[in-house]
């Protein structure tokens, strides 16, 4: 495997604006506010960006798309390099254009309030038959929630997992939020197990607490090279390995077998990005991975490589994600706890620099120097991208 072009390209500013239920916002402010804010954290200006990755489209600019329309923002001047976003390769991909000279300094931002997520938000069609994509799940009556719980029961099915087991992580993630002062549901307080499996049952076996938040909120980052970043204001959080991969897995089909050994998209992106930093699993000491429901939490550790399929609720159970474990995850309280605002792919990634350089409080992992964020989509076969990072 060839090997990543290593400390080329660093993150050098991040920023999170107020993450909340029915923030009295656009999705447009938030954005502004994050770039802002990113660039801020970098200590550079609007006048030093010549990337941008805004994470998706918006209709007040889609007519030609959001890359033309944040060249306006940004000056009205060129920019030589442009991409609508996509999960953490948002990130990887700016790392390396800039490795190869393209650009200096890259913006990925993201900005939602006013919509929320998944069939319950969708529109009742007006028109006989409903003008949608073929392969849309809205012709079938599913969403997220459904797709997951079939996933869910199949894995409890096949592995003996119950749903305390999975009740584990919206615990432990609770326990993560309390300690983040920014947190949506850390000043709620705890949960127990017993909450989590008595809560309201959503789509069986995935009760209220198994699910994500649909939250409104906005994050930046800023990508740069390495003779800018090590002149901006915040140590360089260097991208040493990343990757991404796509399957089938798109809310509407999944592949047989279910859990396959070898794994799927989340094991190929995590395995090429292990390869490309040369280093092993053990050699992480933080990391921020995609917790949209409690049992993807699960499968996230199996599939990259922590332990073997159908060991992930051990796992788990057993502490290593906790803080003070042997990898702590999701210190910031993740999706399950902290926000989901839409596209909240690099709110891991925001927490994992956070905490390589050392500033989070009380929630803070000792010595943490390597850490890995991964986003995910269509469940850990549909579609992934991994993200190593380091200091010096």
Same mark, same amino acid.
């Given at each position: 495997m060839t090997k990543f072009p290593g400390r080329q390209a660093a993150i050098v500013g991040v920023y999170t604006t107020e993450q909340g239920r029915g923030l009295e916002r656009t999705s447009f402010s938030l954005e502004l506010e994050a770039i802002k804010g990113a660039l801020a954290d970098a200590g550079l200006t609007v006048d030093d960006v010549d990337g941008v990755v805004p994470m998706a489209m918006r209709s007040m600019y889609e007519s030609h798309g959001p890359e033309q329309f944040w060249a306006t923002q940004f000056g009205g001047r060129p920019l030589t390099f442009a991409q609508h976003g996509t999960p953490t390769p948002s990130i990887v991909k700016p790392a390396l254009a800039i490795a190869a000279g393209m650009c200096e300094v890259v913006v990925v931002f993201w900005g939602k309030a006013g919509r929320q997520l998944g069939p319950g938000a969708t529109p009742v069609p007006t028109t006989t038959p409903p003008r949608v994509q073929e392969w849309h799940y809205d012709l079938f009556g599913g969403g997220?929630?459904?797709?997951?719980?079939?996933?869910?029961?199949?894995?409890?099915?096949?592995?003996?997992?119950?749903?305390?087991?999975?009740?584990?992580?919206?615990?432990?993630?609770?326990? $993560?939020?309390?300690? /983040?002062?920014?947190?949506?549901?850390?000043?709620?307080?705890?949960?127990?197990?017993?909450?989590?499996? =008595? =809560?309201?049952?959503?789509? =069986?076996?995935? $009760?209220?607490?198994?699910?994500?938040?649909?939250?409104?909120?906005?994050?930046?980052?800023?990508?740069? =090279?390495?003779?800018?970043?090590?002149?901006?204001?915040?140590?360089?959080?260097?991208?040493?390995?990343?990757?991404?991969?796509? $399957?089938?897995?798109?809310?509407a089909t999944i592949d047989d077998p279910w859990f396959p050994p070898e794994g799927q998209s989340v094991r190929r992106a995590g395995d090429i990005a292990f390869a490309q930093a040369g280093l092993t699993r053990g050699d992480i000491?933080?990391?921020?991975?995609?917790?949209?429901?409690?049992?993807?939490?699960?499968?996230?550790?199996?599939?990259?490589?922590?332990?073997?399929?159908?060991?992930?609720?051990?796992?788990?159970?057993?502490? /290593?994600?906790?803080?003070?474990?042997?990898?702590?995850? /999701?210190?910031?309280?993740?999706?399950?706890?902290?926000?989901?605002?839409?596209?909240?792919?690099?709110?891991?990634?925001?927490?994992?620099?956070?905490?390589?350089?050392?500033?989070?409080?009380?929630?803070?992992?000792?010595?943490?120097?390597?850490?890995?964020?991964?986003?995910?989509?269509?469940s850990v076969h549909g579609y992934a991208g991994t993200l190593i990072m380091a200091t010096d």
């Open positions: 997220f929630g459904q797709f997951y719980a079939l996933w869910a029961q199949r894995y409890m099915h096949e592995f003996g997992v119950t749903g305390e087991d999975l009740a584990e992580v919206a615990v432990i993630h609770r326990e $993560h939020a309390m300690l /983040n002062p920014a947190s949506v549901m850390g000043r709620r307080g705890g949960l127990t197990v017993d909450d989590v499996v =008595s =809560s309201r049952m959503i789509a =069986s076996p995935l $009760h209220l607490f198994d699910c994500a938040l649909d939250t409104d909120g906005g994050y930046a980052l800023v990508i740069a =090279s390495a003779e800018v970043a090590r002149n901006c204001a915040k140590e360089p959080v260097w991208v040493i390995g990343g990757a991404e991969a796509t $399957h089938t897995d798109f809310y000491d933080v990391a921020g991975l995609y917790d949209c429901f409690t049992i993807t939490m699960v499968r996230d550790v199996e599939e990259l490589g922590f332990c073997a399929i159908g060991e992930g609720a051990d796992y788990i159970k057993q502490g /290593n994600t906790r803080l003070g474990g042997a990898m702590p995850c /999701n210190t910031d309280g993740g999706l399950l706890s902290n926000s989901h605002c839409g596209m909240p792919h690099g709110l891991h990634t925001i927490e994992v620099v956070r905490q390589l350089r050392g500033e989070c409080g009380q929630r803070q992992v000792p010595g943490a120097k390597i850490g890995l964020s991964l986003a995910q989509g269509a």
